[in-house]
DNA sequence: CATGAATGAGGCTTCATTCAT
DNA sequence: GATGAATGAAGCCTCATTCAT
């Protein structure tokens, strides 16, 4: 299925190093805009301003550079939400806390919507494990909230992947098409929705 | 620049009727599996068992089958939760059936789920169309029961796509990839988080 | 080559003889416009009105319905140069008339000129038949004038190309381009360079 | 819509522009032998020796190298001419050099010929841009001698029409059919016709 | 390390022709 | 005689990948 030759190369020097990024940040630039089937390696080696040659010494192929492209968004965006939420115990709060940090990355980087959601139809496998991954803490640490009574119980599995799914629409409805700035009322409601359901008290 | 002499024929006949059908058919399947850029026009026709250029006859490219597989897929189900819930006065009742019923489209047809994922990358406008047209009559629905005091009051549009994202998520995980039934059980608790929330009474 | 399992049928009945006419017709009007490989048989079934079946009743291919239509107009263009010319003795008087003529059928067949010139890329012997057919009338009339003395002697197969080309380039330019109406005084000037030449008295 | 990532490439090095004029001297016999509709890309690249992708480093289309070989020929047929007529003040006399350096370049040319007259199927502006073009510079040559009172006045513009059109047919007839060498006796023939006209001193 | 010309498999689309009704 | 659905060979074009410089 794929041949090669050349073994992917980790850059050796600075040079090589920033070639390196250039193609990645190029990549996050023509796979946002153009989608993965349709954004072409010439596409990424002149938005990166370098040769077509070159994208072969550092990267195997095009899934390849897809892969490590969203790998290093995911990482980035678990650390951006982990380190924005340390310290901060009651449940709620870091509820809200999170969903604020996830709008303003994908404010930030507003391609990473598009890159994940392609991920599906480019490789299965690591948009499984982006899902497995993220939501592995994220039920775990609603299973401590549960068994502490903090929150009410429900299947913490349940619950993580409806709090994803918000997520995801809402990140997609307001700030990728609307381009609205998301704020805090905005976020207070909907977390007011998370903590008290639509039922009438 | 030259009017197509080739256009795109509605079948005038009931064998080219079916024929048609059988082409539909085996794009739900194919693009399901493959997806839509991985899909060939001849993985179609042979699925489908007819020749290469009979999918000319009736479509113009594979976006164009794409687009009314998509829609006519959208159409039915549409049709099948508001034929479902009718007569349903009681919203929360009504959102335990929706959900229901979708779950159950999603399990008769398998690649629903993919299709309508792909339509993004395939489609803007389609994508778009199909949330705006869907959102609508959820949008305005929530609207009624609040101003009936059913529910809590929330910006309605908010609500709608929270749900959206809900059922989208949770049927990817427990429909698409775990293939498990869908209980009536589940989607009480999950009925039951959108009512109470995660606060403690 | 060319496979055929139909023979060319002669139509039996008047109306499969209107039938053939009606394909006759809309191929001179489409393979005027579009040219002969722009256009297809739907182009000309859909023009004349019938089936793309009924089509093969009546000619056993593409190209043959084209020569069928080219070796008609031929025959039909010579036949009105012979009628219009008919007992003029003066060599020079014949030519003006034949000029005349010539542009006359040419505002009324306006495609004529365009399918002539492209026979030579459908039927190389077509287009080789048609100038041998034409060119051999000419030169030996020409011929018989320079023997009788009425005009200067001449290679009479140079000077009957050296007419052809004449009138196919002013047909093209004045009747096809410019779409102006050829007078008398226009034709007079053209037969009085071909009396006189451009040399000085 | 979107735009092309693979755009048609100047040469950069000395390598491709050897590449590139060996696929328009493939694409001059090609095009010349089968005709611009019946020749195929790989027909091109297989006669210049390379492989197909090749063909679309340097040309856009079958359109764009036809066009781009027919408009290189006529700038050199127009160069060849003007170069060897320079000097030359007679009009009589720079009439037969014309006339025997377009010969000569045709049966160097062998296909020019032909490619000329398919421009008219494969791209009306290039076909009527070249008759303009050509027609221009003989049109003002022909004022100019009129004025001079050199040859007699006609219509200048149809003086024109009518040698080009006389040296279409002759070279079609004499040059591309019957393969001859046209020696200075049969131009003497012409241009003597071209001087005196028909009619009898 | 960088370059960019060359490759060719793969996919889309057209349309002349056949044939069952 | 007429119809139009079905066929599939043939051609255009793209672009991921290789490799000589």
């Given at each position: 299925m794929m041949k090669k030759s050349y073994a992917k190369l980790e850059p050796r020097t600075?040079?090589?190093m920033k070639t390196k990024q250039k193609?990645?940040?190029a990549a996050e630039i023509v796979f946002g805009e153009k989608g993965f089937h349709q954004a072409s390696i010439v596409d990424i080696t002149q938005q990166a301003k370098v040769s077509m040659g070159t994208f072969y010494t550092y990267f195997e192929s095009k899934e390849d550079i897809f892969r490590e492209l969203v790998m290093?968004?995911?990482k980035?965006?678990?650390k951006a939400i982990k380190i924005g939420t340390q310290g901060i115990t009651d449940r709620i709060e870091l509820e809200r806390e999170g969903f604020r940090i996830f709008f303003q990355f994908l404010q930030k980087h507003r391609y990473l919507y598009r890159l994940f959601r392609q991920a599906e139809f480019v490789d299965v496998e690591l948009h499984r494990s982006y899902f497995e991954t993220f939501s592995r803490g994220y039920i775990s640490g609603l299973q401590?909230?549960?068994e502490k009574g903090e929150i009410r119980a429900?299947?913490?599995e349940l619950l993580a992947y409806c709090f994803m799914g918000i997520m995801?629409?809402?990140g997609m409805k307001w700030v990728l098409w609307e381009q609205q700035e998301v704020t805090d009322e905005f976020i207070d409601e909907l977390v007011c929705f998370i903590k008290n359901g639509?039922?009438?008290?």
């Open positions: 600075q040079r090589g193609l990645l940040d290093s968004m995911q980035n965006m678990r401590d909230s549960m429900y299947n913490p995801d629409y809402v639509i039922g009438k008290p």
